[in-house]
């Protein structure tokens, strides 16, 4: 679980468990600092979130010293309607929380058809803009000796021009996946399932930080495209989504993923899209 705090009047995080058992034992928050994680309704004190007794520990206090008087507690934090550049914002307890830092939302089967669909739209341009031609299958031919035939193929110094074709190309991609998600937040795979990329402020993403978290999923999030390493990076993506609601990537470059919940008529949309798509190698081999 994350934790959001309210430190010198700005919002921080998010935080482990543990980092903020260690703020509290450095000094930094107090039992009075404002906190909040998801499913909270606003922001309330630290000391009396639940989720923290294990690390909080509230110190006993000494009965007032009766010539002093009680002390008076310090002020709320002032509430503000606008949120500073940069995403610093002060917060009164018990407010309801802005939406400048929404957890990320899960999906990622939904996530999984994006980058499938932007996946599948590098390889067919390659193929159809490509001078090689893949094997067909003869009318009246078995299908084991199509495969066998296509497995010979693929031994090819042809077929291996092919593979770095398609290499360059998805590394190509990815550095313009980043442009996209700069520009306008989304790609053709995620727009088509309504998935949208921002910072935690909710404002557009810089350049560096969209097209390094673009290779960022290149590298650990498909694993170059190459067997194993792409099903071992899409398990442990997968199951993270599911735990924590974010991509690894993500809460490191401090960015938030809205997907929306598919409706039936983006769904037709999706799959007349696929079919399209896979229907266009078709044209070249007419």
Not at 146 to 160: H, I, K, S, V
């Amino acid at each position: 679980m994350d934790f959001y705090l309210s430190i010198d009047g700005e919002k921080q995080g998010p935080f482990g468990l543990l980092k903020v058992g260690d703020l509290y034992e450095s000094g930094k928050i107090t039992e009075e600092t404002l906190g909040w994680h998801q499913g909270m309704e606003g922001w309330e004190p630290v000391g009396e979130i639940a989720a923290l007794e294990s690390v909080i520990r509230e110190p006993k206090k000494e009965a007032p010293d009766s010539e002093s008087g009680l002390a008076e507690p310090p002020p709320l934090p002032e509430e503000t309607d606008s949120v500073p550049e940069g995403g610093a914002v002060a917060i009164a307890a018990g407010s309801p929380l802005p939406e400048i830092a929404p957890r990320e939302q899960g999906r990622p089967f939904i996530r999984f058809w994006a980058r499938a669909f932007d996946y599948t739209l590098v390889s067919v341009l390659v193929f159809v803009f490509s001078k090689y031609n893949y094997p067909e299958i003869e009318p009246g031919e078995a299908v084991a000796d199509f495969f066998a035939r296509y497995l010979e193929y693929l031994q090819t110094p042809e077929a291996r021009s092919v593979a770095q074709v398609q290499i360059f190309a998805l590394i190509a991609w990815h550095f313009i996946e980043g442009v996209l998600i700069h520009l306008i937040g989304t790609t053709p795979g995620k727009a088509l399932f309504g998935i949208t990329v921002m910072t935690e402020e909710r404002f557009r993403v810089p350049p560096l930080r969209s097209i390094g978290r673009s290779f960022f999923v290149y590298f650990l999030g498909v694993g170059f495209y190459l067997f194993p390493f792409n099903i071992i990076g899409m398990i442990f993506s997968f199951f993270r989504i599911l735990t924590t609601g974010r991509c690894l990537w993500d809460q490191q470059l401090r960015l938030s993923v809205e997907t929306k919940k598919l409706s039936s008529v983006r769904i037709v949309l999706a799959i007349v899209a696929f079919f399209v798509l896979l229907m266009l190698p078709s044209i070249k081999m007419s």
